[in-house]
């Protein structure tokens, strides 16, 4: 089942690829792209889940046109805000993906697998790894200008976590990660430490790449607010970085910490 799916015009489409063929030219990458605009559409897949629903309100609230990809429509009704487009599928399956991708000019997955539910195929094997592989290489083919995967604190120390209920999850979530940086896409990979549904008091979000021990806290609005944020910014493309929350003020422009980031080594061949 599915509802109305806007589609962009042929117009912008054609520009867009030919400014993809332009920075091949010159020797760019794909990072070279242009800035999202609020012109474009965001494929959010986990739209309903606690993640989504706030990267998708944040989204609608700046303008940007949404497409919401859910396994169940009639929630996806109930939750999100009116004018969204519903597409309907399952990350598992690549054959209901495709068409959710027709159009969309930026992808945020904010899916998760639940280690509770891993024996009926819903795990992070089936879910954060195949699932997320699944997407990504269906934005390739679609010609998406950028890709933003929310994975997780402590992905760097998945084989050694100290907790090890947590290192199927991380270890699916690497893989993905290493599969999206390889895949030649635009991407930002956002690690949130341990998340909470709302912020404990006034906080200002940071950003580090250097592993630690301590990943710290951060709330399901703020790292919506990475995301969101990520797609107007070139200079938070070909990096991965953990993000939490710490007492503070808030920052009112996320780009100067999206600038001080290191990009990503190249992908070994």
Not at 29 to 55: E, H, I
Not at 185 to 195: D, E, H, K, R, S
């Amino acid at each position: 089942m599915v509802t109305h799916m806007t589609h962009e015009s042929t117009t912008r489409r054609g520009f867009a690829g030919c400014l993809m063929m332009l920075a091949a030219l010159v020797g760019g990458s794909a990072f070279a792209a242009a800035p999202a605009s609020t012109n474009d559409l965001v494929l959010v897949v986990g739209a309903t889940g606690r993640t989504g629903v706030y990267t998708v309100e944040q989204l609608v609230a700046k303008g940007y046109r949404v497409r919401a990809f859910v396994r169940n429509a009639d929630k996806a009704r109930a939750t999100l805000p009116a004018g969204v487009d519903i597409v309907v599928g399952d990350v598992r399956d690549p054959a209901t993906i495709e068409p959710a991708m027709r159009g969309a000019t930026h992808v945020i997955s904010a899916i998760g697998g639940g280690l509770r539910n891993a024996a009926s195929g819903n795990g992070p094997a089936a879910v954060d790894q195949q699932g997320n592989i699944h997407l990504i290489d269906a934005a390739k083919r679609a010609g998406v200008a950028q890709f933003v995967l929310v994975s997780s604190g402590g992905v760097s120390q998945a084989e050694t976590y100290p907790l090890v209920a947590i290192r199927p999850v991380l270890i699916a979530k690497l893989a993905s990660e290493n599969h999206l940086r390889a895949s030649g896409l635009a991407y930002t990979i956002v690690q949130p430490g341990g998340l909470v549904d709302q912020p404990a008091g006034p906080s200002r979000i940071v950003f580090k790449q250097e592993p630690a021990a301590e990943h710290g806290r951060i709330s399901r609005v703020e790292v919506a607010q990475v995301c969101v944020a990520a797609l107007g910014s070139l200079a938070a493309r070909g990096k991965t970085f953990e993000v939490a929350a710490v007492a503070g003020e808030a920052a009112a422009d996320l780009e100067p910490q999206f600038a001080a980031l290191k990009p990503d080594a190249p992908p070994a061949p």
